[in-house]
């Protein structure tokens, strides 16, 4: 029997939203649900290590979240901003499928460009999921994901107020990111929010404690950000994404792993839960 989207509704006071991260990051609060005696614990993420055991291996994804909010302006002088999703791979240029408000008013065709003329982009196609196609243009010949590192915006949650400062983008560019994400592979629309409050001192702490890490890398997309406008969870279309996972990381998942395997949020489990449902068999020992 389908599943009707209301019942998920909850109601969510705006002032328990916190609008800024905690001053350390492994200060935010961490909820400990113990399923044996059906009980919740409250603790400082800096708890972690006491609920591990040596041996124990942490699956984490790696990728670095690009500022992909870029905003420009039509040839009328109307504002847009495009959220860059994913690269098309197309021999056209550097063309990426991306989302561009006000989608009605950029049919294809239709052209935008940064104020002081850092790019340009053309609409070349459009989904009915929203998305479009567009080609972009930089008076040097650099890609847009140059563009972006320069000018573009951190893509917080819309709950997230912020007020558009040059102090703003740079604390949101630094705290909006993993302390292991591998920055040379900006391929996330969105941080992997579960691993923004390990710190290198926590993460030295575990690898004493005999606590092992293995790396995902999930290509963060556009569900992320995609709401819900379906009466059923069955009708919400669920849209694809890439993810990668090392040689090391496949061999991790299957015994003789002494410990326990433990995912570090959402991104993790969906990457490895479809590459277990795909692949039964352990990779071949290295040899």
Request: charged share 15%.
């Given at each position: 029997?389908?599943?009707?989207?209301?019942?998920?509704?909850?109601?969510?006071?705006?002032?328990?939203?916190?609008?800024?991260?905690?001053a350390r990051r492994d200060q935010s609060r961490l909820l400990v649900v113990d399923r044996a005696t059906r009980t919740v614990a409250h603790h400082a993420f800096a708890d972690l290590p006491q609920f591990l055991r040596p041996g124990d291996t942490l699956f984490r994804n790696n990728a670095a979240v690009l500022p992909a909010r870029l905003h420009a302006q039509r040839p009328t002088g109307g504002q847009v901003e495009c959220l860059l999703l994913r690269p098309d791979g197309s021999p056209a240029g550097d063309v990426w499928w991306c989302l561009v408000r006000p989608g009605k008013k950029l049919p294809v065709g239709a052209t935008f460009a940064h104020a002081d003329g850092a790019f340009r982009g053309e609409v070349l196609a459009k989904q009915d999921d929203g998305t479009a196609l567009v080609r972009f243009t930089t008076p040097a010949g650099e890609p847009i994901t140059a563009v972006a590192n320069r000018l573009g915006d951190?893509?917080?949650?819309?709950?997230?107020?912020?007020?558009?400062t040059a102090a703003e983008r740079v604390a949101d560019l630094e705290r909006y990111q993993t302390?292991?994400?591998?920055?040379?592979?900006?391929?996330a629309a969105a941080a992997p929010t579960a691993g923004l409050h390990f710190t290198p001192e926590l993460l030295a702490r575990l690898t004493a404690d005999d606590i092992h890490t293995a790396e995902v890398t999930l290509h963060v997309g556009l569900g992320t950000f995609q709401p819900i406008a379906t009466a059923t969870i069955e009708a919400h279309p669920i849209h694809r994404e890439i993810y990668e996972l090392p040689i090391a990381t496949q061999r991790a998942l299957f015994p003789p792993l002494a410990g326990r395997r433990i995912a570090v949020g959402t991104t993790t489990v969906r990457s490895v839960e479809d590459y277990l449902a795909k692949h039964a068999i352990r990779p071949a020992a290295p040899g």
């Open positions: 029997m389908p599943l009707a989207t209301d019942l998920f509704d909850y109601a969510l006071p705006p002032h328990l939203i916190a609008q800024t991260p905690a951190v893509p917080l949650p819309p709950y997230i107020e912020r007020h558009g302390v292991y994400a591998d920055r040379a592979r900006q391929v």
